[in-house]
């Protein structure tokens, strides 16, 4: 890998510690700064879906309306929940592992550094294909997992199941690249003395989450390709008039499916993790319980898929089966609640913004789990499932779990990562606002569930009772929209002012806070060695509650890796490659075999790139 | 002596929460027709007994929990100048309370729930009615082999003895719902799925499509009319006397609206899509069986009211009413709908 | 700006080189992915409606006979060589490590002739089967069976460039013992593609 030496003259370390302009973003390999891009790209994509879901509130907020057609809303309820999976909270978690994890291990970059890259530009093209299909009046509209046959050529003949199962594809594998490339910087790029027991609990649960999305996504893979087949070139994997199964689809989907809900939580549950202590002045509770709660859900979350499925009579003994693992991945779970409580507990605690959006979460989050327990029986989830009871069990633990958590992330590592701490009136605002909302939006959705509205339906009629309780919905929607928009000023607002924010604001037990925010490039100017859990807490007890050694300014004599394009050119490689399939009708097998050959030119020159 | 507070203080939630909660599922199916909180059969009841012994369960914990977080929400606020609290790592004793705890309360729901799997997964017997159940995009057709009849989106059955539902689908995955008498179950193309569920009360109710299956998933309903055994029997009597029509046999004497409606259901192509045969019915065909079309309380798989009006509106537009049917749009004149009505409306 | 050579072994926590661990990992993805593929064939076993089948005869409604579609002797032909060029290839690196750059070329010529081979004997063998009646949409098992085999071929393929890649890059002397790894990572792929081959094997050809 090429890589160069910072400059020794005090002065051009500073110009080139920080490189601006736009060809030093499409070029950069800094683990920070991808970060900074997935951040921004994925927090863009959050609001898109956002608007995604008012649209969907406003045509349910009265019965009969006709605000939306049934194949406008239909394409808005699937892509609503596409964007919010795979190009919101996926990579809002992957820019809080982009930029934290080298920090918190005590490195100075990721193990691989254009990998990362590689993996932002396939993102965000993958992001910009799926929502390119809006240009085409074709978005998908299948719903979010897509059920065989209705996905098959002679259901959804036009191109919007296409641009689904083709953009999930590329989305998968910029996941991929970047599960390998965290799971060996963890491995393998720990400070010394920073044994696997002694590492932040974010970067444990971020840990298990790659070893999740190694193991989930290539079953997706597998089934996307089966799909693509019979859509594109006439197999019969899951029509049944060919002898196929749509139940395999459900079965594969869900195998992936499931553990990607924990990819989904995982990373919120150890930004909570990091908070809490922090603002409770105490160590996180149970500390090693928290590890194996973690490692024992993902590997039972492998366990548990067909309780998506209890609605499509597989027979007593395999309802019997997954009930039961569904019940037990509950006590893990709990365990979880019960140590971040207890963390708070005997503490002092201090309300800033991330604590609020933390204790917000745990409260949140016990609701989901709970209405979770309710559907793992299968007799009574045979009312429950395909209802709002289920969307409102959903919402409580993604919106109430990941996004809670992920923005107490925010409040609290924005400093870091910009300099600058956001407004704590505003923040404790956005709060407020978003709790209101969130549990006017979604608990009374137990309640319309559990009184026979089904979920993915573009209207409803009068009668059935359902009037008031989507009513109350719409508003709620309403005020997050508002609880946004306050987010939104806070971010204006704090971007104006200087750049002044203190290496460690909040008083943290990790190693990030121990250099300036934002970072220089380099992170470290020389490698901490880690003598114990909360590393920092630990330095800074042995001195007087000072931050450790000066921070050197110049990182003179560092090696730092080298800007690339080569990612870039790789990305749109694999971009092609999709489109060619897309239109190989137009374009045939030639389209595609130049589209391969552009990936090989990308991984080839990136290969052979020349050191130095 | 903190528990026992604890404990008066959570019985008096739960009371309280388990109110609201009944309040505001407030029961009565005028209200919420299509509730599954009144469950009027067997097999609903099953899996509402189910769902009491899940909620009181989750009212509980959420009450504890819930509780023990905001009382540790107040308890330690933290005051400026506070000291370091005590930096507590841990307690393996607690670790294995709230560990075993939650297995047992799982292990309280996981017994019933097992039996209730095996329960609700047994066959009826033999003297349990048969009804075929055969999604569509987007209705619902129903066959009583028993009685060699078939009838679309309406299920009439008998009070009080028990239905076997045997289900598949002609398209895509679909849900039959029964939310008042049984639950749900997903329809295929390749396999078969069974329900069954006794009716325990008289009434007319609605349920839905609980699989998303395409652009009209939402307008997918049926309705369920449980009628005393006698009352059961006449309506299969009379179903079992409605064959294909003879040209002009069942027309009123002298009524030109009929007859002119009876050519047009033929000439206008609707006879390529629908069937008026009750008894011996073709299998496979695209639109609903209108044996009784006449007297059916909704259209379109519960989108409108069965009114002369609205049959008219429908079958001059029905893509404008239900975008994306299979049935198209076939430039019927409003007098030649006045026609069709006439004509279909005779057919009870 | 100074030109330094990128410090070749970084202290790792694991003592293992980064890349070498990233290819086990990316192994350990593929795994799932080749697991997930003989499951779809495993599932559909049996289920086609029409034939060629793998190992019976069937005539066709039409009056056509197929006998099993299967050639073995080749195919296990096939699947000896893929598992001696294992062999070649760790002769190949034990070469490289050594600095003996005849023995480097010569062993992973052998590989490469052997992956080549491989491939041969696929292609040969699809064609085939498209003759005597399998397309890739005749029944699920033809389906099953070009889209898993055809994949791990794929995977050979994407090998024998890696190798080929390296074998051109030894011949100009730049794959000098200090980048063996280079050639490790390869050849631990070639061993995971080699691996999958012995599951496909029998699971597909061998087991009726």
Same mark, same amino acid.
Not at chain 1, 370 to 373: D, E, H, I, K, N
Not at chain 1, 515 to 519: L, N, Y
């Given at each position: 890998?090429?890589?160069?030496v910072?400059?020794?003259?005090?002065a051009h370390?500073a110009a080139?510690?920080?490189?601006t302009g736009?060809?030093?973003?499409?070029?950069?390999?800094?683990?920070?700064r991808?970060?900074?891009l997935?951040?921004?790209?994925?927090?863009?994509?959050?609001?898109l879906?956002g608007?995604?879901?008012?649209?969907l509130?406003?045509?349910?907020?009265?019965?009969e309306?006709?605000f939306l057609?049934?194949?406008?809303?239909?394409q808005?309820?699937t892509m609503?929940?596409?964007?919010?999976?795979?190009l919101?909270?996926m990579?809002?978690?992957?820019?809080?592992?982009?930029?934290?994890?080298?920090?918190?291990?005590?490195?100075?970059?990721?193990?691989f550094?254009?990998?990362n890259a590689?993996?932002?530009?396939v993102?965000?093209?993958?992001?910009?294909?799926?929502?390119s299909?809006?240009?085409?009046?074709?978005?998908?509209d299948q719903g979010?997992?897509?059920y065989?046959n209705?996905?098959?050529k002679?259901?959804?003949?036009g191109l919007n199941?296409?641009f689904?199962?083709?953009?999930l594809?590329?989305?998968?594998?910029?996941?991929l690249?970047?599960?390998?490339?965290?799971?060996?910087?963890?491995?393998?790029?720990?400070?010394?003395?920073?044994?696997?027991?002694?590492?932040?609990m974010?970067?444990w649960m971020?840990?298990?989450?790659?070893v999740l999305?190694?193991l989930?996504?290539?079953?997706?893979?597998?089934?996307l390709?089966?799909?693509m087949?019979?859509r594109f070139?006439g197999?019969n994997?899951f029509?049944?008039?060919?002898?196929?199964?749509?139940l395999?689809?459900?079965?594969?989907?869900?195998?992936?499916?499931?553990?990607?809900?924990?990819i989904l939580?995982?990373?919120?549950?150890g930004?909570?993790?990091?908070?809490?202590?922090?603002?409770?002045?105490?160590?996180l509770f149970?500390?090693?319980?928290?590890?194996?709660?973690g490692?024992?859900i993902?590997?039972?979350?492998?366990?548990?898929?067909?309780?998506h499925?209890?609605?499509?009579g597989?027979?007593?003994l395999a309802?019997?089966?997954f009930?039961?693992?569904?019940?037990?991945?509950a006590?893990p779970?709990?365990?979880?609640?019960f140590n971040?409580?207890?963390?708070m507990?005997?503490?002092?605690?201090?309300?800033?913004t991330?604590?609020?959006f933390?204790?917000?979460?745990?409260?949140?989050f016990?609701?989901?789990g709970?209405?979770?327990?309710m559907h793992s029986?299968?007799p009574a989830?045979?009312?429950q499932?395909?209802?709002y009871?289920?969307?409102a069990?959903?919402h409580?633990v993604?919106?109430?779990?990941?996004?809670?958590?992920?923005t107490?992330g925010?409040?609290?590592?924005?400093?870091?990562?910009?300099?600058?701490?956001?407004?704590?009136?505003?923040?404790k605002?956005?709060?407020?606002?978003?709790?209101?909302g969130?549990?006017?939006?979604f608990?009374?959705?137990?309640?319309?569930?559990l009184?026979?509205?089904?979920?993915r339906?573009?209207t409803?009629?009068?009668?059935?009772g359902f009037?008031?309780?989507?009513q109350?919905?719409?508003?709620?929607?309403f005020?997050l929209t508002?609880?946004?928009?306050v987010?939104?000023?806070?971010i204006?607002?704090?971007?104006r002012q200087?750049?002044?924010?203190?290496?460690?604001?909040?008083?943290?037990?990790?190693?990030?806070?121990s250099?300036?925010?934002?970072?220089p490039e380099?992170?470290?100017?020389?490698?901490?060695?880690?003598?114990?859990?909360?590393?920092?807490?630990e330095m800074k007890?042995?001195?007087?509650?000072?931050?450790?050694?000066?921070i050197?300014?110049?990182g003179?004599?560092i090696?730092?890796?080298n800007?690339?394009?080569w990612?870039?050119?790789t990305?749109?490689?694999?971009?092609?490659?999709?489109?060619?399939?897309?239109?190989i009708?137009?374009?045939?097998v030639?389209?595609v075999?130049a589209?391969?050959?552009?990936?090989?030119?990308?991984?080839?020159?990136?290969?052979?790139?020349?050191a130095? | 002596?903190l528990?026992?507070t604890?404990a008066?203080?959570s019985s008096?939630?739960?009371?309280?929460?388990?109110?609201?909660?009944?309040?505001?599922?407030?029961?009565?199916?005028d209200q919420?027709?299509?509730t599954?909180l009144?469950?009027r059969?067997?097999?609903a009841?099953?899996?509402?007994?189910l769902?009491?012994?899940?909620?009181?369960?989750?009212?509980?914990?959420?009450?504890?929990?819930?509780?023990?977080?905001?009382?540790?929400?107040f308890r330690f606020?933290?005051k400026p100048?506070d000291?370091?609290?005590?930096?507590t790592?841990?307690?393996?004793?607690v670790?294995?309370i709230?560990t075993?705890?939650p297995a047992?309360?799982?292990a309280?729901?996981a017994?019933?729930?097992?039996?209730?799997i095996?329960?609700?997964?047994a066959?009826?017997?033999?003297?349990?009615?048969?009804i075929?159940?055969?999604?569509?995009?987007w209705w619902?057709?129903?066959?009583?082999?028993?009685?060699?009849?078939?009838?679309?989106?309406?299920m009439h059955?008998?009070?009080?003895?028990?239905?076997?539902l045997?289900?598949g689908?002609?398209d895509?995955?679909?849900?039959?719902?029964?939310?008042q008498f049984?639950?749900?179950?997903?329809?295929?193309?390749?396999?078969?799925?069974?329900m069954w569920?006794?009716?325990?009360?008289?009434g007319?109710?609605?349920g839905?499509?609980?699989?998303?299956?395409?652009?009209?998933?939402g307008?997918?309903a049926h309705?369920?009319?449980?009628?005393?055994?006698e009352?059961?029997?006449?309506?299969?009597?009379?179903?079992?006397t409605?064959g294909?029509?003879?040209?002009?046999?069942?027309?009123?004497a002298?009524?030109?609206q009929?007859?002119l409606?009876?050519?047009?259901?033929t000439?206008?192509?609707?006879?390529?899509?629908?069937?008026?045969?009750?008894?011996?019915?073709?299998?496979?065909?695209v639109?609903?069986?209108?044996?009784?079309?006449?007297?059916?309380s909704?259209?379109?798989?519960?989108?409108?009211?069965?009114?002369?009006?609205?049959?008219?509106?429908?079958i001059?537009?029905?893509?404008g009413?239900?975008k994306?049917?299979?049935?198209?749009n076939?430039?019927?004149?409003?007098a030649?709908?006045?026609?069709?009505?006439?004509?279909?409306?005779?057919q009870? | 700006?100074?030109?330094?050579?990128?410090?070749?072994?970084?202290e790792t926590?694991?003592?293992?080189?980064n890349?070498?661990?990233?290819i086990?990992?990316?192994i350990?993805?593929?795994?799932?992915f080749f697991?997930?593929l003989?499951?779809?064939?495993?599932v559909n076993k049996?289920r086609s409606?029409?034939g060629p089948?793998?190992?019976e005869p069937?005539?066709?409604p039409?009056?056509?006979?197929f006998?099993p579609?299967f050639?073995?002797?080749?195919v296990?032909?096939?699947?000896?060589?893929?598992?001696?060029s294992s062999?070649?290839?760790?002769?190949?690196?034990?070469g490289a490590?050594?600095g003996?750059r005849?023995?480097?070329? &010569?062993?992973?010529?052998a +590989?490469l002739a052997? /992956?080549?081979? =491989?491939v041969g004997?696929?292609v040969?063998?699809? %064609? #085939?089967?498209?003759?005597? &009646?399998l397309?890739?949409? +005749?029944n699920?098992? /033809?389906?099953? =069976?070009?889209?898993?085999?055809?994949?791990?071929g %794929? #995977?050979?393929?994407i090998?024998?460039?890696?190798?080929? +890649?390296l074998?051109?890059?030894?011949?100009?002397?730049?794959?000098?013992?200090?980048?063996?790894?280079n050639?490790?990572?390869a050849?631990?792929?070639?061993?995971?593609?080699?691996v999958?081959w012995i599951?496909?094997?029998?699971?597909?050809?061998l087991?009726?």
């Open positions: 890998m090429a890589t160069r910072l400059d020794q003259h005090p370390a080139h510690g920080e490189k736009l060809w030093s973003w499409v070029t950069t390999v800094d683990h920070k991808i970060g900074i997935y951040g921004a790209t994925a927090f863009f994509f959050f609001l879906g608007v995604e879901a008012l649209l509130r406003i045509q349910l907020g009265s019965p309306s006709t057609s049934p194949d406008t809303y239909n808005l309820f609503h929940g596409t964007t919010m999976i795979f919101a909270i990579p809002l978690s992957a820019m809080f592992f982009n930029y934290l994890i080298p920090l918190q291990i005590g490195a100075r970059d990721v193990a550094p254009r990998l590689f993996s932002y530009w993102f965000l093209l993958g992001g910009l294909f799926l929502n299909s809006f240009l085409f009046g074709a978005a998908p979010w997992f897509g065989a209705l996905t098959s002679q259901y959804s003949p199941v296409d689904w199962m083709l953009g594809q590329i989305l998968g594998i910029a996941s690249a970047a599960a390998v490339n965290f799971f060996v910087t963890v491995l393998n790029m720990r400070a010394p003395g920073m044994t696997l027991m002694r590492m932040p974010f970067v971020s840990f298990i989450t790659q999305l190694l989930a996504f290539p079953v997706i893979t597998v089934a390709i089966l799909l087949y019979d070139f197999s994997f029509v049944p008039s060919g002898g196929g199964d749509p395999l689809w459900q079965h594969l989907f869900w195998i992936f499916g499931h553990p990607e809900v924990y939580i995982l990373p919120a549950f930004i909570v993790s990091e908070v809490l202590p922090v603002f409770s002045r105490k160590p149970g500390y090693a319980a928290m590890v194996f709660s490692v024992f993902a590997f039972l979350g492998f366990g548990v898929w067909s309780h499925m209890f609605s499509t597989m027979g007593p309802d019997t089966f009930a039961l693992t569904t019940m037990l991945i006590i779970t709990g365990v979880k609640i971040w409580i207890g963390t507990w005997g503490g002092s605690l201090q309300y800033r991330p604590m609020l933390a204790i917000g979460f745990i409260a949140m016990i609701i989901g709970l209405s979770g327990v029986s299968p989830d045979l009312q499932t395909d209802t009871f289920v969307v069990h959903f409580y993604l919106f109430g779990g990941s996004i809670f958590g992920l107490a925010a409040y609290y590592w924005w400093p870091k990562m910009f300099g600058r701490l956001l407004d704590e009136r505003l923040g605002l956005h709060f407020w606002l978003m709790l209101i969130f549990n006017l939006t608990f009374p959705m137990h309640f319309v569930g009184h026979g509205m089904p979920r339906v573009y409803y009629p009068e009668g059935l009037d008031l309780m989507n109350i919905e719409t508003a709620g929607s005020v508002v609880a946004f928009l987010f939104l000023y806070n204006f607002k704090t971007s200087p750049r002044n924010a203190p290496a460690d604001p909040w008083n943290g037990a990790t190693l990030e806070w250099i300036p925010s934002p970072p380099f992170n470290f100017a020389e490698i901490p060695t880690v003598h114990g859990r909360d590393a920092l807490w007890r042995q001195r007087g509650g000072q931050l450790p050694e000066p050197r300014a110049s003179a004599g090696h730092m890796p800007p690339s394009y990612p870039l050119v990305a749109v490689g694999v971009l092609a490659v999709f489109v060619s399939l897309m239109v009708g137009h374009t045939g030639l389209g075999a589209a391969i050959a552009l990936l090989f030119v990308g991984v080839y020159m990136w290969a052979y790139e020349p130095g | 002596m528990l026992r604890v008066r203080r008096r939630w739960i009371t309280a929460l388990g109110l609201l909660v009944v309040t505001l599922a407030a029961c009565s199916t919420y027709p299509q599954t009144l469950p059969g067997d097999f009841k099953i899996a509402d007994d769902l009491d012994t899940t909620v009181r369960w989750a009212l509980l914990v959420f009450v504890l929990v819930e509780g023990v977080l905001l009382y540790a929400v606020r933290g100048g000291a370091e609290p005590h930096q790592h841990g307690n393996t004793t670790e294995v709230w075993v705890i047992l309360i799982l309280a729901i017994v019933p729930t097992v039996r209730a095996f329960q609700t997964n066959t009826p017997g033999k003297d349990a009615l048969t075929e159940v055969v999604g569509h995009q619902w057709e129903f066959r009583y082999p028993e009685f060699n009849i078939t009838t679309a989106n309406e059955v008998p009070v009080g003895r028990m239905v076997s045997r289900m689908s002609n895509v995955i679909h849900s039959f719902w029964v939310p049984a639950a749900k179950r997903d329809v295929f193309a390749n396999r078969e799925t069974r569920f006794t009716a325990q009360a008289e007319d109710y609605p839905q499509c609980a699989e998303f299956c395409g652009i009209q998933h307008r997918m309705r369920i009319k449980a009628q005393k055994p009352e059961f029997q006449a309506w299969v009597a009379h179903m079992q409605l294909p029509k003879p040209p002009g046999a069942a027309a009123p002298g009524d030109q009929y007859a409606g009876e050519k047009l259901f000439g206008k192509g609707c006879i390529a899509c629908h069937s008026f045969a009750a008894v011996n019915a073709p299998k496979g065909m639109g609903p069986n209108l044996a009784n079309i006449g007297s059916r909704y259209l379109a798989a519960g989108t409108l009211k069965n009114t002369d009006e609205n049959l008219a509106r429908w001059r537009d029905p893509q009413i239900k994306g049917v299979l049935m198209p076939l430039g019927v004149t409003e030649e709908a006045q026609a069709l009505v006439a004509y279909l409306r005779a009870k | 700006m100074t030109a330094h050579a990128h410090p070749a072994h970084l926590s694991t003592g293992l080189d890349r070498k661990l990233a086990w990992t990316f350990g993805s593929e795994c799932m697991a997930t003989i499951s779809n064939y495993l049996g409606l029409v089948y793998p190992h069937w005539t066709s039409a009056g056509q006979h006998e579609i050639e073995i002797p080749l296990t032909l096939g699947t000896a060589l893929l598992l001696f062999l070649f290839v760790v002769l190949a690196l034990s490590q050594r003996d005849k023995a480097l070329l &010569g062993w992973l010529a +590989t052997c /992956g080549i081979f =491989f004997m696929q040969y063998e699809f %064609t #085939h089967f498209v003759h005597r &009646g397309g890739f949409t +005749t699920l098992f /033809g389906s099953s =069976f070009y889209t898993l085999t055809g994949f791990h %794929t #995977h050979v393929t090998g024998v460039i890696w190798l080929a +890649t074998w051109i890059d030894a011949l100009r002397g730049r794959l000098q013992p200090h980048r063996a790894l050639l490790e990572m050849a631990l792929y070639w061993h995971f593609v080699d999958v599951i496909i094997f029998p699971v597909v050809y087991i009726k």
